[in-house]
């Protein structure tokens, strides 16, 4: 039924008109200054910035976030998993046994990123001694 | 013969994936070298292919019918584990060896094959998707994994972005479908769509085929597979652009024929399939011409041979625009086609790209001027590389010449004229450029003398293929006894009599 994806064919107009009116608003009455260097640095309060604004994160924080995210999922599966745990096992046992795989193959996940050293902070390659600092 | 039903707890995937999993817990704990995990895992491709063999052609669901198995499941089953076997043997022994991880660069193609054989059987919107991202998200990794070279992460970004885009266009198009049928079954979807289409559902459609687009490098959507292609490691760009096209073209045939394969269907996806071959196979020919990188050179190549590919899957329509209808003869003979232009195609992209792999070790970055003088420097190179080039140009008695005759019998035998001529002259134009890299190796001065050796077993393998490719163009029935019965089941009720009413 056509008339059905009125909403549809709604929010596509919204959009457009959203992006479009943005852009032309501020080209119509933004004001075009002149550049100088003072308004090319970052803004840090009125203050002068002191050092680089790209700070480097160890590359730790975005392998512990990796991690926690795929064993974060796991929980997602299993609470729509329980809810029908109760009428489907009846039936047979295949439902048991599927999350066991399941779990399985996260298990062997783990063991894989344990032995490859993903959770040890305090070894650097390249440095024999931990640095614990 | 093994009884379908074993396929519940033996399908192939369950063996591979199972298999790729002890690999990487070897590798963890025993810290096997990457040689002798090479070796595991070619056994377990062997022992899953020789399994695969024992199911018979028979038309089963499995999996509470999340899967099928039928003729085109096995074939293509068999495909993407020789694909796999070539491609992780390359990787060991032909390519430099990856600096670090190398374990890993040998299972991960694994869960790869093993995302491409669920796709095969698909059956279901959902189980399509997840095969689908278990084999991209496992090709990002393998397409980045020479991380310090700038062109490598260039290609990785690429294919991550574009691929990423592509599944959005994918899951958006199933839920329009959903919304409508309120199933993802394929089997499920398509008795609702004989007689008529909603046109969201047609709308749906479309997306579906611009994710599966991306995938095939269909043109508009190729953008990404001349980088990509140059920047992934040797054995990655062979495995990419036969196994993950091979990949798209079988959900591409899952879905136009086994989804949407009645008349009201054919009407959307024919006229874009139609401007898609038809764009595909004028870019991909003529952006080849300029190219002096070799790896960028197959990248277009690779997206011109998607159009011929194409012209096959349209050639198997039930009906077209025209209101020409199929007899069943002719919907098998446009689905064999396809197949037989796949394995002509493995036989001559695996040879080109284990020569290149050869040479790369040497020299990366390799260019056509490079090239000059290869037959005096190594002869076996050289004739293999130009007998896989003159095969994928489609000049007899080569295997590529069989394939590419079939596909333009099938669009004269479907009266598909503009087609047919487009077809021929991308033919033609690809003459020219695939005989650039044999005049520079024949006709031209070595730049440096030296010999280059190779070593025993690869010559063994590039003189198999060099066989193979002979041979399956002179008795062009052995390719017909690979591919006889893999047609996929016909989705019931018979779209032929169907559209006939």
């Known amino acids: 039924m056509p008339q059905d994806y009125v909403p549809v064919f709604l929010q596509v107009l919204a959009g457009i008109f959203f992006a479009v009116s943005t852009l032309a608003v501020s080209v119509l009455i933004g004001k075009r200054g002149r550049d100088s260097v003072a308004k090319d640095t970052a803004y840090e309060c009125g203050k002068d910035p002191i050092g680089d604004v790209h700070t480097r994160f160890s590359v730790k924080f975005y392998l512990v976030a990796m991690l926690f995210i795929l064993f974060d999922i796991e929980v997602v599966f299993m609470y729509t998993w329980a809810v029908v745990y109760r009428d489907m096992v009846h039936h047979s046992l295949a439902i048991f046994y599927s999350m066991f795989t399941f779990i399985g193959i996260l298990f062997v996940g783990y063991l894989y990123a344990l032995k490859k050293k993903a959770f040890d902070w305090t070894h650097t390659p390249g440095s024999s001694s931990p640095n614990r600092s | 013969m093994l009884s379908p039903t074993y396929l519940?707890?033996?399908?192939?995937?369950?063996?591979?994936?199972?298999?790729?999993?002890?690999?990487?817990?070897?590798?963890?704990?025993?810290?096997?070298?990457?040689?002798?995990?090479?070796?595991?895992?070619?056994?377990?491709?062997?022992?899953?292919?020789?399994?695969?063999?024992?199911?018979?052609?028979?038309?089963?669901?499995?999996?509470?019918?999340?899967?099928?198995?039928?003729?085109?499941?096995?074939?293509?089953?068999?495909?993407?584990?020789?694909?796999?076997?070539?491609?992780?043997?390359?990787?060991?022994?032909?390519?430099?060896?990856?600096?670090?991880?190398?374990?890993?660069?040998?299972?991960?193609?694994?869960?790869?094959?093993?995302?491409?054989?669920?796709?095969?059987?698909?059956?279901?919107?959902?189980?399509?998707?997840?095969?689908?991202?278990?084999?991209?998200?496992?090709?990002?990794?393998?397409?980045?994994?020479?991380?310090?070279?700038?062109?490598?992460?260039?290609?990785?970004?690429?294919?991550?972005?574009?691929?990423?885009?592509?599944?959005?266009?994918?899951?958006?198009?199933?839920?329009?479908?959903?919304?409508?049928?309120?199933?993802?079954?394929?089997?499920?979807?398509?008795?609702?769509?004989?007689?008529?289409?909603?046109?969201?559902?047609?709308?749906?459609?479309?997306?579906?085929?611009?994710?599966?687009?991306?995938?095939?490098?269909?043109?508009?959507?190729?953008?990404?597979?001349?980088?990509?292609?140059?920047?992934?490691?040797?054995?990655?760009?062979?495995?990419?652009?036969?196994?993950?096209?091979?990949?798209?073209?079988?959900?591409?045939?899952?879905?136009?024929?086994?989804?949407?394969?009645?008349?009201?269907?054919?009407?959307?996806w024919v006229p874009v399939l139609y401007v898609g071959a038809i764009l595909s196979l004028l870019l991909g020919n003529l952006a080849a011409i300029p190219q002096r990188n070799l790896k960028r050179l197959m990248g277009y190549s690779s997206v011109g041979h998607t159009g011929f590919i194409l012209v096959a899957v349209i050639g198997a329509a039930a009906s077209l625009p025209g209101g020409a209808r199929a007899s069943i003869a002719e919907l098998a003979n446009g689905q064999t086609t396809v197949m037989v232009y796949l394995v002509t195609y493995l036989l001559a992209t695996f040879t080109i790209f284990i020569v290149l792999a050869v040479l790369e070790r040497r020299l990366p970055g390799l260019e056509i001027h490079h090239l000059a003088g290869l037959s005096q420097r190594s002869p076996l190179l050289a004739a293999a590389f130009a007998l896989s080039l003159v095969s994928l140009a489609g000049v007899p008695p080569l295997s590529g010449f069989i394939a590419k005759a079939l596909v333009i019998l099938v669009a004269w035998n479907r009266h598909l004229y503009p087609l047919l001529i487009v077809t021929i002259f991308a033919a033609v134009a690809a003459l020219y450029y695939y005989l650039g890299p044999i005049k520079a190796m024949y006709w031209s001065e070595p730049l440096d003398e030296t010999p280059i050796k190779v070593n025993r077993t690869t010559s063994a393998v590039l003189i198999g293929l060099i066989v193979l490719l002979i041979v399956t163009g002179f008795y062009a029935q052995s390719i017909s006894v690979l591919v006889g019965g893999a047609t996929l089941a016909q989705a019931t009720p018979d779209p032929v009599h169907l559209v006939s009413k």
């Not at chain 2, 495909?79 to 022994?93: C, N, Q, R, S, T």
């Not at chain 2, 491409?116 to 059987?121: G, P, Q, R, V």
């Not at chain 2, 310090?148 to 260039?154: G, Y």
């Not at chain 2, 652009?241 to 008349?263: C, E, M, P, Q, Y």
């Open chain 2, 8 to 268: 519940t707890y033996l399908a192939p995937e369950i063996l591979l994936t199972v298999w790729a999993m002890i690999l990487l817990l070897l590798e963890a704990f025993l810290s096997l070298s990457a040689r002798e995990i090479t070796r595991l895992a070619l056994a377990g491709i062997l022992v899953t292919a020789i399994e695969t063999l024992f199911f018979g052609t028979d038309t089963t669901l499995f999996w509470g019918s999340l899967c099928k198995w039928d003729g085109a499941a096995k074939f293509f089953h068999l495909f993407f584990l020789a694909v796999a076997a070539l491609a992780i043997w390359m990787a060991d022994e032909v390519q430099e060896p990856v600096t670090h991880g190398g374990g890993e660069f040998v299972v991960l193609p694994l869960f790869t094959t093993t995302g491409l054989m669920l796709l095969a059987s698909a059956n279901d919107f959902m189980l399509l998707f997840v095969a689908l991202e278990l084999v991209t998200i496992s090709l990002y990794i393998l397409v980045a994994y020479r991380r310090r070279s700038l062109v490598a992460l260039e290609a990785g970004v690429k294919y991550l972005i574009l691929g990423g885009l592509s599944s959005a266009f994918l899951v958006m198009g199933v839920a329009y479908i959903f919304g409508i049928t309120g199933t993802t079954r394929f089997d499920a979807i398509f008795p609702l769509f004989i007689y008529g289409m909603p046109t969201a559902v047609g709308f749906g459609l479309l997306l579906v085929l611009i994710g599966v687009g991306f995938k095939i490098a269909m043109v508009p959507f190729h953008i990404w597979a001349p980088d990509v292609y140059e920047g992934a490691p040797n054995s990655i760009t062979a495995f990419l652009s036969v196994g993950s096209k091979a990949g798209g073209i079988i959900i591409l045939l899952r879905i136009v024929l086994g989804v949407f394969g009645a008349g009201p269907g054919c009407d959307i």
